[in-house]
Antibody, heavy 121, light 107 residues
């Protein structure tokens, strides 16, 4: 069955970086895109960006440009999201999600369990 | 940037009721509108894709309709397990985004 398993919770200081992993199984990794979505405590969902797992092409939300990077390791079927220069308002649960196809314009049919990133001095 | 406005923000309903949640887009998005259910401390789950296509395994009481700027999620004969927050999401253009969410409480 399709599974996306994310890395564990992180606590970081302001200005630090965090890398969250998302290991996929149960399907052909390169046949579907992966998006990252975050949710601040008690708030709604925010799309961060998308990576074409086949080509490595990315598309990031403008307000995170320069601080976020999304990469993949096809040898381990793992997607990564790195966020740099962390601020307190980056405290959130971060989700990876598989698109229903390779397109970046697709809905997401499977989600990771979420990774809580806490930014605090 | 496309803005999605959901209504109502909250509703408290009794089991077996039928409810609707609406999502209005600030500009036409065709059928590129999808609905998710999120329960506390869980990941979102896809219910409806492309406005009206039910996702595999989703109970038939969930249905979607609409196109252009106005969309509706209908839950027929509500069950206790349907207590959740529901989000619409547009994939017509970047930045992809979500409505603010509609919380459904079961009395």
């Amino acid at each position: 069955q399709v599974q996306l398993v994310q890395s564990g919770a992180e606590v970081k200081k302001p200005g630090a970086s965090v890398r969250v992993s998302c290991k996929a199984s149960g399907y052909t990794f390169t046949s579907y895109g992966v998006s990252w979505v975050r949710q601040a405590p008690g708030q709604g969902l925010e799309w961060m960006g998308w990576i074409n797992v086949y080509t490595g092409d990315t598309n990031y939300v403008q307000n995170l440009q320069g601080r976020v990077s999304m990469t993949i390791d096809t040898s381990t079927s793992t997607a990564y999201m790195e966020l740099r220069n962390l601020r307190s308002d980056d405290t959130a649960v971060y989700f990876c999600a598989r698109g229903v196809d390779t397109s970046g314009w697709a809905p997401w049919d499977y989600w990771g369990q979420g990774t809580l990133v806490t930014v605090s001095s | 940037e496309i803005v999605l406005i959901q209504s109502p923000d909250f509703q408290s309903v009794t089991p077996k009721e039928t409810i609707t949640i609406t999502c209005r887009a600030s500009q036409p998005i065709g059928s590129s509108l999808h609905w998710y259910q999120q329960k506390p401390d869980q990941s979102p789950k896809l219910l409806i894709k492309y406005a009206s296509q039910s996702f595999s395994g989703v109970p038939s009481r969930f249905s979607g309709s609409g196109s252009g700027t106005d969309f509706t999620l209908t839950i027929n004969s509500l069950e206790a397990e349907d207590a959740a927050t529901y989000y619409c999401h547009q994939s017509n253009s970047v930045p992809l985004n979500f409505g603010g969410g509609s919380k459904v409480e079961i009395k």
